[in-house]
Nanobody, 117 residues
Framework: QVQLVESGGGLVEAGGSLRLTCAAS????????MGWYRQAPGKQRELVAG???????NHSDSVKGRFTISRDNAANTLYLQMNSLKPEDTAVYYC???????????WGRGTQVTVSS
């Protein structure tokens, strides 16, 4: 069982930056795709960015050019660099990881990001 723990959230002013980290409890060799979702109050969870095991990344249109997803397989860690933050980026951010051997998706518990105007 892979456990994911997010960190790096917090309160930041509009235009600022944050770097989210998602640490996996076990080797990422057990994992294929990883990524980030977010959920704002009263809204559905939305995909922010995803990355394959060989580093191919995609970002949602709402964050393209501002956020960058990356992963360090040797360190069992996923990152989300968030620049030029906007109040509408305020949400709980969740990381996920897909099991290599099954269709199971692991989830972290989330980290709060709040952007003040």
């Amino acid at each position: 069982q892979v456990q994911l723990v997010e960190s790096g959230g917090g309160l930041v002013e509009a235009g600022g930056s944050l770097r989210l980290t998602c640490a996996a409890s076990e080797g990422i060799y057990k994992i294929t795709n990883m990524g980030w979702y977010r959920q704002a109050p009263g809204k559905q969870r939305e995909l922010v960015a995803g990355i394959t095991s060989d580093g191919r990344a995609n970002h949602s249109d709402s964050v393209k050019g501002r956020f960058t997803i990356s992963r360090d397989n040797a360190a069992n860690t996923l990152y989300l660099q968030m620049n030029s933050l906007k109040p509408e980026d305020t949400a709980v951010y969740y990381c996920y990881a897909d099991d290599y051997f099954s269709d199971f998706r692991y989830w972290g518990r989330g980290t709060q990001v709040t952007v003040s105007s």
